[in-house]
């Protein structure tokens, strides 16, 4: 199967960009095959109101914006070059997930939506990032046994679409009108 | 416009004692699987909080099996072998991740039937992992062992590999490779 992932951006309802292959990164790569690798979570304190596990990447996440135009996507980056906003970037005002159910035709989608209200980023947009908690544990059949606790990975970019590359051209943002990002990732039988 | 992709892999290896008889025939991914790698990405957590009970996910339900159908060609809405071998593999291990090079990472799962274990012709193969399966954005889960199903499937009915009759007097070993790499 193949793990692809597409940006979208509009302006108000205008369609800007169009969905847009990005690129994957090291961490996001990694996520993937480290929770495959996952064994199972236990509890290791009796008597008490306690939990333990494992976070997931929507416990945290964000798409951010940047305006660099010249630095290409390479795997091992966790940030964006220059972000729109004190670093890691202006959060958007809105953001949710939506899912689409794969059971009737093999193709299963997840759509990260941010949506920003007009005014609120400016300038020129270079790069987009997905920042999410992608798991690093790479043992077979790993496991979270603690008293009390989640497994909590940081939270970084594994996947990055860049003006750099020419996966799209520089973007001016129209500060009239909102900005909405959608970040959908398709698994897809073949 | 460059475009890149990325593909998550199985490859499946079959030997006889040492000797290859198939080397890294193409899996298809069926639905359980698919499903399980979107729910990962719209979950919160996944979760234990009764005492000293262990809540399988992914790997720990990770087994595989052989099955005798030669005819079926696999789909995505498969839950099962179609003509499963009631013989689990004798032995069944798996590597740590590895990250043989920048962009490239993999896991191997490895199933062996002893000599005279597996008879007649076998035309499918499949993996078995633990998947998660909620989709609801944010979901959390908790004291959920999740149940063991088929992610993954070979079969000869899709033309990957010719269905085989094991050497009655050799091991029989089974390598399945999920690798996520660029392509």
């Known amino acids: ?190 | 416009m460059t475009e890149q992709r990325v593909g998550i892999r199985g490859l499946v290896t079959i030997k006889q004692d040492d000797e290859i008889v198939y080397e890294e025939v193409p899996n298809h991914w069926i639905n359980a699987g698919l499903r399980g790698l979107t729910s990962f990405m719209c979950g919160t957590y996944f979760a234990a909080s009764a005492y000293n009970t262990r809540q399988n996910c992914w790997s720990n339900g990770a087994n595989i099996k052989v099955g005798m159908d030669t005819t079926t060609a696999t789909i995505f809405s498969m839950t099962d072998l179609v003509n499963a071998n009631t013989n689990s593999p004798n032995g069944f291990s798996a590597t740590n991740v590895l990250n043989p090079t920048v962009g490239n990472w993999k896991i191997t799962y490895t199933g062996t039937w002893a000599a005279g274990i597996i008879t007649g012709a076998i035309g499918e193969i499949g993996l078995y992992l633990a998947p998660f399966t909620l989709l609801t954005y944010g979901w959390t889960e908790t004291n959920v062992s999740k149940p063991q199903a088929l992610v993954a499937r070979i079969s000869s009915a899709d033309g990957t590999f010719v269905a085989f009759v094991p050497d009655q007097e050799k091991v029989l070993t089974v390598e399945w490779s999920v690798a996520i790499s660029m392509v």
């Open chain 1, 1 to 190: 199967m193949y793990l692809d992932g597409f940006y979208e951006v509009r302006q108000d309802d205008e369609i800007v960009l169009p969905y847009t292959h990005n690129k994957f990164l090291d961490n996001g790569m990694r996520g993937f095959i480290s929770i495959i690798a996952c064994g199972s979570v236990c509890l290791t304190c009796a008597g008490g109101s306690y939990t333990s596990g494992i976070m997931l990447p929507a416990s945290d996440w964000n798409i951010y914006l940047g305006n660099d135009t010249t630095t290409p996507t390479l795997p091992t980056m966790t940030i964006l070059t220059s972000p729109i906003g004190n670093s890691p970037g202006t959060a958007p005002n809105n953001k949710t997930i939506t899912v689409k159910d794969g059971s009737l035709n093999g193709v299963w989608n997840v759509v990260f939506t941010a949506v920003w209200n007009p005014g609120s980023i400016t300038g020129i947009i270079g790069e987009i990032g997905l920042y999410a908690r992608w798991p690093t544990n790479l043992n077979y059949k790993w496991d979270v046994s603690t008293c009390s606790s989640f497994v909590t990975p940081a939270t970084t970019m594994g996947s990055r679409l860049c003006v750099a590359d020419n996966e799209f051209t520089a973007i001016t943002i129209d500060s009239s009108k909102s900005v909405a990002v959608n970040w959908k990732l398709q698994f897809a039988f073949e």
